[in-house]
Every structure is written in C-alpha cells, then in structure tokens.
C-alpha cells in the first residue's frame, strides 16, 4: 500500500473520488440542458480517463492536437473532434491516415486555404472526414469574423470532395454567439445546408451554449479543477482533485518558505497580480507568491502570530492555477483514494498524450 | 538531408553554430577573469551539449534536481553541483548512491536540518560529500540571511561526519554580495574552517561574479539565449540560437496571425506588459501577443500598409522569451547549420533530462 504523503515530492496527485464527481456532475447538467457532451482530453491527456467520460454519458472527445488524437485512437477511441486548423502535408498525411483505420475525425477550420488542404488530402487518400467552421466568438486567436463569413466558407466546403460540412463551432461560448448561431443557421437553411452540430466550449459555459443554441458543448478544465476556475466561480476547492504534493526545503528567509517545485513544475500561467497563484490546503493562509523554475516561494505573512509554521521536511498539497499547464509537465499522475482516513495510491498512470505539441 | 523549413510544427530547433559561439564567448570571458567555468544544463538537460561545455573549459556542471544529475551521470558526468537544498528520504537514497558510483557531487543546503540529513546519509551508506551553504543573495528563495548566518552553518558542517564543507554559493550574484562574501570568508579564516569555493551565478553575472570574489560562475541560458537574455542586453538577437519553428494557423482574424504553438510550446515564463512575448524572424515588426495553450497569437499592427503579411501555411521562427521553460517542453530538439545558404537538421536529440522534476 503506497501512502501518498510517502511519495516523493513534486508529485502530480488527483482525488480520483473528486474527479468522478466532477465528471458525474458535468454529465448530469448537460444531460439536463440537452447537450451532448464532448469533454476536452487536454486537461488530464490519459485514455483511461477519458474512458471515464465516455462511460458517463460523452458522445466523443475533443484533441487540441493530432498527436493527442492519435494516442487516443490508438487507445480505442472512435470519434474525435480536434477543433483545430490543421495545416501542411505531414500533419495531412497523419489525419487522414487516423481518417482510414476508422476513426470518426472531425476538423474545425477557419480558412478555405485549410479546408482545401484537408479535402484534397482526404481525397488522396480516399477517405473522407468532417469539418466544423469555427466563428471567432471575440478571442481573436482563430474563426472567421461571423455568420456571413461562416457561410461562405461552409458554401465551400459543402463544394468539397472528400469533405462534409457538419456545422460550427467557436470557443469559448458567450452570450454574444446566440445572435451569430441563428443567423448562420438561418444563411444556410437558405443555402440548403443542413447544419448538424453547433459546437460550445468552456468550462462553467455549458448554460451559455445552451443558450446560444449550441447542440454539443467542449469542457476540459472541470475534469481535475484549478484554481482559475474556483477564481471564475465555478467550482468549490474541494471540487479542485489535482494537486501537486511538494515538499518544504527552505525556510532560510523570513516570512517565506520555499517548496521543491516551481514554473517547471506548475507553469507560469494565469499569474496573479496580488501573488495568489498556488493554494495551499495544509495552510490556508499561506499562498505560492511566485516561481523560479525549481523553487516555489510562499508567502507566510497572513499567518496569524502564534499559528503554527511550515517546516522543512513537511509535505503540502498546493491546487495550481492551471492543472492543464501542470499536467503537460509532469511523464506521472498518481490517483488516489481516502480508505480509513489515509490517501492511498491506486494507479499510477503515465500521462500518455503529454507534450504532443504536433 | 532533412531541411529545417521541412520539419513539422511546431518543432524547437537550435543553430549549432551559434550554440558553440555562445559556448566559445562565455568560455573566453571565465578564462579572462579567471572564474572557474560551471554552466548550468537546465537550458538544454542534453548530455552531448553537457559534453562541448567541458570540453570548451567548463570544470563540471549544475543541475537544479537530482533526476537531471542521474541523467549527466549516466552519460558519464562525473562532477556535478546541486545547488539546492535536497530533502526526505527517497532523495537521499538517490544522492548517496550517486556519491558511492563515483560521482564528484557537492550540494548547496540553507539549514541544519538539510546539512543533517545529507551527513547522515552519507554516514549510514558510507560514502562523502560536498555541501555549499546557501547565502540569499536577495531573492529570498533560498540561503541563509548573510555572513554571520552562514558560518554558523558552516562550524556546524564542518562537525558532521561524512560530509566536508567546501564554501558558499548564492543566486544570482549581486553587487552586495562582495561584502558578504569577504565577511564569511574572513569569520571561516579565523574559525580554521578552509573555504575551497565561492560560487556565484547568472547568466551575464560573470563580472558582478569577478567583482564579489567568487571562485566559480554558474550559468545555463546563455548557452541559447532568448528574448529575457536579450532585453537584459546579454546576448544580440543574432546570439539566440534556439527558436521555434510553427506554422501560422489562421489569419482570420483581422490584425492578427496565429501560429500551431502556444503556452504548451513556450510556456508563459516571463510574460511582458507591452505583449513583446516572442521575436519573429521573419517579420521583425510582428511579435508574439499571446498564447493559449496551442494558440499563438501574432500581432500584426506595426506592420507597414502594403508590407508583406503573414499567410496561412508559411512556416515562422519564433525566438521564446525563456529558453530553459521551453526546453522543458520539448521532447525533442533539431539542431542544424547553415549549409549554402538553407539550414539543415543535423542532429535529433532527444531532451534527456526534461521532465526530470524529482
């Protein structure tokens, strides 16, 4: 029996009890709301996991990456969305490859430069596949500029060999995307179009793509939590399941104690401007103030004069501010389980689609 | 022959000329001020590297964690500094066994309970090793509060058995630590207590190093060099050896470009206020704004009216702002050299000692 404060330290750790509840949770709304669910792999890149969200109730999943895909179809997995412009031959080549041993691929583009690319591909291969339009729901990092943009670009693909237009999708839903989603429905009922899937993402905006009229929604932070997503009021602390156990190693500099992980550890994401970027569950007064790459530097100064004081030697559970960030740097997550009072290590998983970057 | 521009993307790739300029420039420098020359592997954590910076000079190396010593040792290092206070059990398991294969390994401790445990250690498997004493040179992350500190842990080093005190280090080196240093060394003189070391670091720190008094200089990202290294006015743009090749992805939004990287490709080490989070190559006037995860959003709006703009497909090079955070991203480097006139990949190293955060 491997205790979890016997592991050594940093260690990524999730409360597998915590992450069947998120995933019950999540299921039980949208199933509510009348959405499918789709949920986002990258938050924790294991099969086994996704397993999880397919058994509660998931049509599919979504892949940020083709190297993502291609681990979880190689675990089994038959649908997947990557809500992605895939471009240039190599990554042609891999997707349609995913396309020929069976695998439902459905591609997100934003560009007739892409969805050319993916058609003639398709179409050298001989196997046909799936593409969404994504419209920019105000993030200006990809999607065409709305609903007309977004027919003109399906009029085209729906023009295509080897390819379907199957619908749209944006990220993340907002309340602006209702008006953008009727419309383009609208455009293409005209066109003749059918639109099959309007696709939402985010975690906490199920209920918007509800509202936007969405038919799927994409969530992935929701599966371990974080502390942005506590910050963003959509989840309590103890919904948060990852954790990385650290491990005191200096105490040297008053007001501040120091643990054995830091930006290569947690990622600099999401910093905070008042130094709020680690929660500490042994100490709730006590945040992780700031990073260098190997040292995590906390800051003591709101405990209580009297209170007892971290110690060199003593192990913390820090939440981080983004466990998708955490999880691309750590090869291991262990998953645990409270049995008489103890956490006790059940699996110890490699997180296999970590670092697929391609 | 593979061509760089051929690869697939995003792929971190490194000018090999340029690394062994910088490893040549750094080398002379040390030479000239008579510091002993210990670099830093956590900016690339690839042994082959490792190797030219020995053979340029270096007298051993730094690692931050004992998982990245175990990688160097492995592949034959066998002088090795962890200027890091090491803690529990499993750890001390790990550095007594590299001590008893062989392996010259000195490391930095803050508390008498770190210097403790190590002793003891070493005693129950019967082998010796160096500790350092950490003095905070302002940071306050790590080392003991100034000179009168540092002794006291140094008298009680010298006592333990099994471990022998060689001298102090600090990070980075500042100019106020002169005075430290002359008072530790003058109180260890009149104690009997013999300092062998003094070890400064950072990279561009040398002269500060010099200036203190130090024996040794420690420092890692000037081997690549990025956009941090940069603005600090340590390297030229044309000293930065490693970029990221990418694609942009999208450009449908207007006024901006989007390249097949983002925060799990550079990390968000670093960030900067006015947005300059990575130096295009090809479009100097086109800087990196933003990242999510696999996004990287290029702001366009310095370009010139009827400047040639970026297109969906071409392939950019992407200086990061912190080197050491994307190596660690990285499963992989492309190291290449100019060959009449197009780059082509050399070598393909696996990054050894990434992920190594035990």
Request: glycine fraction near 10%; include cysteine; hydrophobic fraction near 35%.
């Amino acid at each position: 029996m491997q205790r979890v404060m016997d592991l050594d330290t940093p260690s990524m750790v999730v409360d597998l009890d915590v992450v069947e509840g998120n995933i019950r949770r999540l299921q039980a709304e949208l199933d509510e709301l009348g959405l499918k669910n789709r949920p986002h792999i990258k938050t924790h890149k294991i099969p086994t996991i996704g397993r999880w969200q397919l058994k509660a109730g998931a049509v599919g999943i979504t892949c940020q990456k083709l190297g993502e895909a291609e681990v979880f179809a190689d675990a089994g997995f038959d649908d997947i969305l990557i809500p992605y412009n895939l471009v240039g031959a190599p990554k042609m080549e891999r997707l349609t490859r995913l396309a020929r041993r069976g695998v439902k691929v459905t591609v997100a583009v934003d560009s007739e430069y892409t969805a050319r690319g993916i058609a003639e591909a398709a179409q050298a291969a001989d196997t046909t596949l799936g593409l969404l339009v994504e419209i920019d729901s105000g993030g200006h990092r990809a999607g065409v500029q709305g609903a007309q943009e977004g027919r003109a670009l399906a009029r085209k693909i729906a023009d295509f060999p080897s390819v379907s237009f199957e619908g749209f999708m944006c990220y993340p839903s907002r309340p602006e995307m209702t008006e953008v989603w009727a419309e383009a429905k609208d455009l293409l009922y005209r066109d003749g179009i059918p639109v099959n899937t309007i696709s939402g993402g985010g975690t906490g905006a199920q209920k918007v793509s509800k509202a936007n009229g969405c038919t799927e929604h994409r969530s992935g932070t929701y599966l371990y939590a974080d502390l942005n997503v506590y910050r963003g009021g959509n989840c309590t602390l103890d919904q948060c399941a990852m954790t990385v156990l650290t491990t005191i190693v200096s105490t040297a500099s008053p007001g501040f104690a120091t643990v054995d992980g830091g930006s290569k550890t947690f990622t600099n994401d999401a910093l905070q401007k008042d130094g709020m970027n680690g929660y500490v569950r042994e100490y709730p007064d006590v945040y992780l103030e700031r990073m260098s790459e190997e040292h995590g530097v906390l800051n003591l100064s709101k405990l209580a004069d009297g209170a007892p004081r971290p110690k060199v030697g003593e192990k913390l559970h820090i939440i981080p501010n983004h466990a998708c960030g955490t999880t691309n740097l750590h090869d291991v997550v262990y998953g645990y389980r409270k049995r008489n009072g103890e956490d006790i290590v059940e699996w110890e998983w490699p997180v296999h689609a970590r670092g697929k970057i391609r």
